[in-house]
T-cell receptor, first 117, second 116 residues
């Protein structure tokens, strides 16, 4: 396994269009996170999945954003009616199955950069 | 609320110099975890170290060392004999456990440029 995979790596779209990003986590990892990173800032938490269940959503995730993880494997993040403020790097991370709470490192993908014109 | 402050926005050093990246955090939790991640130009965040709040031992890994001081809420990172490959953005992060998963707060990052 080569790590967390995200695609597309870069998406340029016009305001008002819908975009979808895909994340393939490391295969044995059951926890999956989406983060957003804008220029000069650290990543900000968007949402969390344990297996197929979406257990937490940040207030940053407006109604135009929806994330899914069918079958607990890959995940998609869709942004509807994109706005220029949505321009950012969208990072996916996964972490391995543990018996207790998730306290370990996050394994990040290379991100999907969104540019909204 | 959790907060991580990395006051140094950008640092430039000449190769082989030592450099320390500062990190100060705020949390009300008694149990928490601290991390450092490296983000090279390719964009992928790479895990460097994790520390829990009960372990204040300093750690050394090759040219990297970390100084965790609970009394000053700091978790500083030192690179000894820096190399050009160390050039990257370094993020300090703090996590609390909420509902069984990590809620990670990242600092704004310190961009390190190592000049040959």
């Amino acid at each position: 396994d080569t790590g967390v995979s995200q695609n597309p790596r870069h998406k340029i779209t016009k305001r008002g269009q819908n975009v979808t990003f895909r994340c393939d986590p490391i295969s044995e990892h059951n926890r999956l996170y989406w983060y957003r990173q804008t220029l000069g800032q650290g990543p900000e938490f968007l949402t969390y999945f344990q297996n197929e269940a979406q257990l937490e959503k940040s207030r940053l995730l407006s109604d135009r954003f929806s994330a899914e993880r069918p079958k607990g494997s890959f995940s998609t993040l869709e942004i509807q009616r994109t706005e220029q403020g949505d321009s950012a790097m969208y990072l996916c991370a996964s972490s391995p199955r543990t018996q207790g709470a998730d306290t370990g490192e996050l394994f990040f993908g290379e991100g999907s950069r969104l540019t909204v014109l | 609320a959790q907060k991580v402050t990395q006051a140094q926005t950008e640092i430039s050093v000449v190769e082989k110099e030592d450099v320390t990246l500062d990190c100060v955090y705020e949390t009300r939790d008694t149990t928490y975890y601290l991390f450092w991640y490296k983000q090279p130009p390719s964009g992928e965040l790479v895990f460097l170290i994790r520390r829990n709040s009960f372990d204040e031992q300093n750690e050394i890994s090759g040219r990297y060392s970390w100084n965790f001081q609970k009394s000053t809420s700091s978790f500083n990172f030192t690179i000894t004999a820096s190399q050009v490959v160390d050039s990257a953005v370094y993020f300090c992060a703090l996590s609390e456990i909420s509902g069984g998963y990590q809620k990670v707060t990242f600092g704004t990052g310190t961009k390190l440029q190592v000049i040959p």
